[in-house]
T-cell receptor, first 110, second 113 residues
Framework: SQQGEEDPQALSIQEGENATMNCSYK?????LQWYRQNSGRGLVHLIL?????REKHSGRLRVTLDTSKKSSSLLITASRAADTASYFC??????????FGEGTQLTVNP | DADVTQTPRNRITKTGKRIMLECSQT?????MYWYRQDPGLGLRLIYY???????NKGEISDGYSVSRQAQAKFSLSLESAIPNQTALYFC????????????FGPGTRLTVL
């Protein structure tokens, strides 16, 4: 079974609004990563946050990590139609193995 | 990512057939992975390889086998395909030194009738 669970499963917003997606995991992690997938395509790495970090920024992306609650959130600010995609969290627990969540489908309406 | 290629991109086959999916990479990475994705779900790890002589089962390896022919090539075989193996299959690579990020191929859409 998947270690990660994401919430919400689907999110629809207007261009310019912020989008927040949440991820929970079950075991201790080395790091947590977020990936993006355009429909039917391969995943693209967005951002990584290590277990000793609490917040990280990259452009319009902000990721937080709360290891006490085993949860992470991804915030996309000032969303654009081109941000429409599925977003997956992936937890790294041992070696280079990633365990993926089930994803959030984000739709940004023009 | 053009550095990781998968062939074929689409394949329709029949129950009981043996099929091979191939993955090649030009990134020079030593670690390679095979995942499957079912509709509406995340990716599940089938097999992974940390170098040519190191092959490991993932969480759903039953019904699958792999071959690491070279550092740049990692193939996934379905010995006797069944309909519930219909899925999108992804290959990924990572670098042992900076192993945290994985780079994905474009995927192979496999349909087993």
């Amino acid at each position: 079974s998947q270690q990660g669970e994401e919430d919400p499963q689907a999110l629809s917003i207007q261009e310019g609004e912020n989008a927040t997606m949440n991820c929970s995991y079950k075991t201790s992690i080395n790091n947590l990563q977020w990936y993006r997938q355009n429909s039917g395509r391969g995943l693209v790495h967005l951002i990584l946050i290590r277990s000793n970090e609490r917040e990280k920024h990259s452009g319009r992306l902000r990721v937080t990590l709360d290891t006490s609650k085993k949860s992470s959130s991804l915030l996309i600010t000032a969303s654009r139609a081109a941000d429409t995609a599925s977003y997956f969290c992936a937890s790294e627990t041992s070696g280079s193995r990633l365990t993926f969540g089930e994803g959030t489908q984000l739709t940004v309406n023009p | 990512d053009a550095d990781v290629t998968q062939t074929p991109r689409n394949r329709i086959t029949k129950t009981g057939k043996r099929i091979m999916l191939e993955c090649s990479q030009t990134k020079g990475h030593d670690r390679m992975y095979w995942y499957r994705q079912d509709p509406g779900l995340g990716l599940r790890l089938i097999y992974y390889s940390f170098d040519v002589k190191d092959i490991n089962k993932g969480e759903i390896s039953d019904g699958y086998s792999v071959s690491r022919q070279a550092q740049a090539k990692f193939s996934l075989s379905l010995e006797s395909a069944i309909p519930n193996q219909t899925a999108l299959y992804f290959c990924a690579t990572s670098d042992a030194l900076t192993s945290d990020t994985q780079y994905f191929g474009p995927g192979t859409r496999l349909t087993v009738l």
